[in-house]
């Protein structure tokens, strides 16, 4: 008996979002990640390099090393990125605006965030510090000043989107709702955000990473479960494409920094914590993540690769 | 696929002579159809019937055992698509690659490091399980010894590669009784292998040439009554491979389509030459239902993350995973510094033991038995109430290591402390931040003061 695969066409898709004012677009695909034998996946999930304002000092060392002449200079880390690594996307993370941390004024990074969406070509998701109060402040901020460039504003949660869906409406960005691991309350916030008039296809969802080790399950489920509610019950509000946060997540490992010297049976820490981003990001995309944001060149590079061969 | 109690009374005598201790063939034939009666309790029951109900209550994804002993590993049987839907149940066997015609330290240094590939995490035990043996001599002596050598190194599962059945032979008279998986039977060879595997009762994985050759050629070996098969589609680049393993799962769960009904088995160290790409290749495999993945390092770095990757997938998601419950020692925690309790939700234990040890604030974190839930879960449920965490507290001999009586709480259910100081009166309850990121912040500010 010939083997006939089961077909499993849908009549939905997932929403195409258009970011910056170029031709990039995200989403748009009526099929399970990369299931291409049964549909189509108009675009191809996108890289975003990761960008902070802030000089990270306490990174480890197999990932400063390589971004060691950029680390303090975010548009040249930016323009490397678009340049030199094939970025799609910049993940800018005003990390310097943190009230636990420097705590510098929302305008100081704005302008950061300007010249930034200025030196590259490539969209720009603008993350604040994640401080649910500053944030509100700081992205406003950068709506404003990034205004015309249609960058990604980021996150707006539970308490705060408000605020920043104001702003991105006001400054005509795009916004990213990020929540916990949870598919109704995603579809609660961006139930409130398109209450607030933020059109339904100017939203992307970060349903919170947890890395390898660390919770990828929670969020490999939770985006499985976003693409069928999207495809197979035609649920509106889950059609929004998904953002993964991997590179920040990811090197929060203890298995993915730790010296070989400290923890021998772990294996060499230059390649093992590179994999473990790779391994974050490469499950998630089958999962059905729509942007992976992420940290290491040679994470990058494999990450790219993965895409391409999967894209055929 | 189950049958209904009806589809079962159909086959039955229908002579309602209740020797089966159940007056009628029909409550027989609903008790069947409910799993709690056998078959067996029939005495009148056909051969055919017989056969017809093994065939309906056989699972849709046959479970294959290979090796033996202390590393024998199960894989197959597996019932859902997705991990939400239920679980998946056979962790991944992870493979190393390695062949008779690598130079003697290089075959004894690889061995060596796969048999060591060991580890505990959140209280499992992560493995690598099997060595993957290619001939490439073409010399059925000289692989025999290799086998040979390699068992009395290791007690990993082995899979003798070969599609040579007389070089098979001389595999399966040297390691034959340590149950391995035969690779490889194809269009080729399968009356010769497949006669091996039957009269030695080894299981065999069949060898494709993509998913449709596969189907014919699994569906050839079943006629052969071989029911202990792993499916290689042959495909050999991720999108292929990828494609392919949703198709077997899918025509094996959805389509019941019988010569799909077993595990699967592919080789990311024959689809390239860069080591990341393949070890995304097998995350991405694992993810999407591989029974076996075969890879050529078994460096650490490389199969360690692996590992934790098989564990996160393989969790149950209704089961959440739990760490044992203790004082654990963040950096080297002394007579003065802080105590910590929280809960044993391996989450909750890896984030907030992650953000202390950010800290550089040497600290003791006790860890409550909360039946693995979160800190509002488990409060919620009354795991994590002022009675059990000072029974911890009392009988965790923690006020013998340290100095002081001050017990840090998570912010979250700061509204115990009160009860919590009741039970506890020696000591001073603090109630500590709500979100671990904030956890840092408080204990610098804690040891200053």
């Known amino acids: ?312 | 696929m189950a049958l209904s109690g009806l589809d079962i009374f159909k086959l039955l005598p229908k002579t309602n002579c209740g020797e089966c201790k159940v007056p009628t063939c029909l409550a027989f034939a609903m008790k069947l159809a409910g799993g709690q009666a056998k078959l067996e309790e029939c005495p009148y029951v056909s051969d055919e019937t017989k056969d017809a109900l093994a065939d309906a209550a056989a699972p849709p994804i046959a479970e294959v055992l290979v090796g033996q002993g202390a590393k024998e590993f199960k894989t197959g049987a597996e019932l859902v698509l997705f991990r939400h839907e239920k679980r998946f149940v056979n962790p991944t066997g992870m493979a190393i690659m390695v062949s008779d015609a690598m130079a003697d330290d290089e075959l004894t240094a690889k061995v060596e490091a796969a048999t060591k590939d060991s580890w505990e995490r959140v209280g499992q035990q992560l493995e690598v399980k099997l060595l993957a043996v290619k001939c490439e001599s073409g010399d059925g002596a000289k692989f025999a010894e290799v086998l040979k050598k390699i068992a009395g190194m290791s007690d990993l599962a082995l899979m003798p590669m070969s599609e040579d059945v007389d070089v098979m032979k001389a595999a399966v008279d040297a390691v034959g009784d340590k149950n391995p998986l035969l690779y490889a039977a194809t269009a080729a060879n399968l009356d010769a292998m497949g006669a091996l595997a039957k009269e030695k009762n080894l299981p065999l994985v069949v060898k494709g040439d993509g998913v449709d050759s596969l189907a014919e050629l699994s569906e050839k070996a079943m006629g052969m009554e071989l029911k202990n098969l792993v499916l290689d589609p042959g495909t050999r680049d991720l999108k292929s491979t990828l494609e392919a393993l949703i198709a077997i799962r899918r025509g094996a769960l959805n389509s019941k389509f019988k010569p799909f009904g077993f595990p699967t088995i592919v080789f990311p160290c024959e689809e390239t030459d860069d080591a990341y790409f393949e070890g995304a290749l097998a995350g991405i495999y694992i993810a999407k239902y591989a029974g076996i993945v075969v890879t050529s390092d078994p460096d650490a770095w490389m199969q360690y993350p692996l590992q934790v990757e098989i564990q996160n997938i393989y969790t149950d998601p209704q089961k959440p995973m739990a760490v044992d419950a203790k004082f654990y020692e963040i950096g080297s925690p002394g007579p003065d510094s802080p105590v910590l309790v929280t809960t044993n939700f391996s989450l909750t234990y890896f984030i907030v033991s992650g953000e202390i040890e950010a800290s550089k604030v040497d600290s003791w974190l006790g860890i409550v038995d909360s039946e693995g839930q979160s800190v509002l879960t488990a409060w919620a449920a009354g795991k994590f109430v002022p009675d059990i965490i000072a029974k911890f507290i009392n009988t965790s001999g923690i006020a013998d290591k340290v100095n002081h009586r001050k017990l840090v709480i998570p912010g979250y259910v700061a509204q115990i402390s009160g009860e919590l100081d009741e039970e506890l009166p020696e000591w001073e309850i603090l109630v500590g931040p709500r979100e671990a990121a904030d956890i840092s912040t408080y204990l610098r500010n804690m040891v200053a003061q």
């Open chain 1, 1 to 312: 008996m010939a083997f006939e695969m089961p077909k499993e066409t849908s009549e939905s898709k997932i929403r195409e979002v258009t970011l910056g004012t170029g031709d990039v677009k995200v989403g748009g695909e009526n099929i399970l990640p990369f299931y291409l034998f049964e549909g189509e996946m108009p675009n191809r999930p996108l890289i975003a390099v990761e960008v902070y304002d802030d000089n990270p000092q306490e990174w480890s060392p197999v990932v400063a090393e390589p971004l060691k002449d950029v680390l303090a200079d975010p548009v040249a880390w930016a323009k490397k990125a678009q340049d030199e690594w094939g970025a799609d996307l910049i993940a800018l993370r005003l990390k310097s605006t943190d009230p636990k941390g420097d705590d510098k004024p929302a305008e100081e990074a704005a302008q950061t965030a300007k010249a930034v969406a200025e030196a590259v070509s490539i969209p720009v998701i603008v993350y604040g510090s994640e401080d649910v109060d500053k944030d509100g402040d700081v992205l406003k901020a950068a709506a404003v000043a990034t205004e015309g460039k249609n960058v990604v504003l980021g996150p707006a949660n539970e308490d705060n989107y408000k605020t920043v869906g104001a702003a991105a409406l006001g400054y005509k960005q795009t916004v990213a709702a990020k929540t916990p691991i949870d598919v109704n309350l995603a579809k609660q916030l961006n139930i409130l955000l398109s209450n607030l008039g933020v059109d339904v296809g100017n939203i992307l969802v970060d349903p919170t990473t947890g890395a390898l080790g660390y919770g990828l399950e929670y969020t490999y489920s939770v985006m499985e479960r976003f693409k069928i509610a999207a495809l197979r019950q035609d649920d509106s509000m889950t059609q929004m494409p998904l953002i993964a946060d991997v590179g920040v997540e990811a090197w929060k490992a203890k298995e993915a920094k730790a010296p070989a010297a400290d923890e021998p049976a772990w294996g060499d820490e230059n390649k093992r914590g590179v994999l473990w981003e790779i391994l974050t990001a490469s499950s998630l995309l089958v999962a059905g993540a729509d942007v992976v944001i992420m940290r290491h060149p040679d994470a990058i590079k494999t990450v790219r690769k993965v895409i391409d061969s999967l894209m055929g």
